[in-house]
């Protein structure tokens, strides 16, 4: 059975102060690097995506690749129900997990455990599960005493330690990835890698967007690359990638 299937899905974006000279400005703006269409009442708009039709099935790890403004962030979006498609049809299927910003929903006045049982009630999770998980992630994050101070004491790579600790424990049907996570210091990455491999083995399908080709090699069997909002190509990770580095060497 398919959990996901998208049927001619596009997406448009109206721009409303978009004439002139601040027209390319206000495309830019936009993050997206789209088409530019008017409609029947005169207006701007960014095609965003255009015509895409794809399915995926349990065991599915799909990398989305192309430059900035490519579709990549949208699309995602679309998956997760944030962007409503304006043309086509999507379905998904299960329990979606979308970790776009890993530190939303952290409380800078509350403690460590404060927010390792904040965050990951936003992210679905009973009381009980998040009783059966709070050590444990305590523990991963390697922040010993500090979890017990508010979180406006923590550096950065603190931070991050702890809301990528939490978000890799949540279990999900369909996973949804914008770029990879980086959480600090060399030693701590190997081990942040461990786990995150842990985390995407558990869910059934996972679509993450990246630039790194290394991230994509590891995690993915598909790829789908992206041109302007349009579907590029799908297939097998190294005959997609291929033909992408291909036109990005033409291109410089």
Same mark, same amino acid.
């Given at each position: 059975?398919?959990?996901?299937? +998208?049927?001619?899905?596009?997406?448009?974006?109206?721009?409303? $102060?978009?004439?002139?000279?601040? #027209?390319?400005?206000?495309?830019?703006?936009?993050?997206?690097?789209?088409?530019?269409?008017?409609? @029947?009442?005169?207006?701007? !708009? %960014?095609?965003? #995506? =255009?015509?895409?039709? +794809?399915?995926? $099935?349990?065991?599915?790890?799909?990398?989305?690749?192309?430059?900035?403004?490519?579709?990549?962030?949208?699309? *995602?979006?679309?998956?997760?129900? %944030?962007?409503?498609?304006? $043309?086509?049809?999507?379905?998904?299927?299960?329990?979606?997990?979308?970790?776009?910003?890993?530190?939303?929903?952290?409380?800078?006045?509350?403690?460590? !455990?404060?927010?390792?049982?904040?965050?990951?009630?936003?992210?679905?999770? =009973?009381?009980?599960?998040?009783?059966?998980?709070?050590?444990?992630?305590?523990?991963?994050?390697?922040?010993?005493?500090? #979890?017990?101070?508010?979180?406006?004491?923590? =550096?950065?790579?603190?931070? *991050?330690?702890?809301?990528?600790?939490? @978000?890799?424990?949540?279990?999900?049907?369909? #996973? *949804?990835?914008? &770029?990879?996570?980086?959480?600090?210091?060399?030693?701590?990455?190997?081990?942040? $890698?461990?786990?995150?491999?842990?985390?995407? =083995?558990?869910?059934?399908?996972?679509?993450?967007?990246?630039?790194? &080709?290394?991230?994509?090699?590891?995690?993915?069997?598909? %790829?789908?690359?992206?041109?302007?909002?349009? *579907? @590029?190509?799908?297939?097998?990770?190294?005959?997609?990638?291929?033909?992408?580095?291909?036109?990005?060497? %033409?291109?410089?």
């Amino acid at each position: 059975m398919n959990l996901i299937e +998208l049927s001619d899905v596009g997406v448009d974006f109206v721009i409303y $102060q978009g004439s002139g000279r601040s #027209l390319k400005k206000t495309l830019l703006n936009a993050g997206t690097g789209g088409r530019l269409s008017h409609d @029947a009442h005169h207006r701007t !708009f %960014v095609k965003a #995506l =255009s015509g895409i039709t +794809l399915s995926l $099935q349990a065991g599915d790890r799909l990398g989305l690749i192309g430059g900035n403004g490519a579709g990549k962030s949208t699309l *995602l979006r679309v998956l997760a129900g %944030v962007y409503e498609p304006t $043309q086509g049809r999507v379905r998904v299927v299960g329990n979606v997990t979308p970790l776009f910003d890993i530190s939303q929903g952290i409380d800078p006045d509350a403690t460590g !455990f404060d927010n390792i049982a904040l965050r990951a009630a936003y992210l679905g999770m =009973s009381r009980r599960e998040i009783a059966n998980v709070i050590d444990e992630i305590g523990e991963f994050t390697e922040l010993g005493d500090y #979890l017990d101070l508010p979180v406006r004491t923590y =550096s950065a790579g603190m931070m *991050l330690r702890l809301a990528f600790g939490v @978000a890799t424990t949540v279990k999900s049907d369909v #996973l *949804l990835l914008d &770029e990879w996570i980086a959480v600090g210091d060399v030693g701590f990455l190997e081990k942040a $890698q461990q786990r995150a491999s842990s985390f995407v =083995s558990r869910s059934k399908v996972m679509v993450v967007a990246s630039h790194s &080709e290394p991230v994509i090699r590891r995690l993915c069997n598909k %790829v789908l690359w992206l041109r302007k909002g349009e *579907l @590029a190509a799908f297939g097998d990770v190294d005959e997609i990638i291929k033909q992408y580095n291909a036109e990005q060497n %033409v291109a410089a």
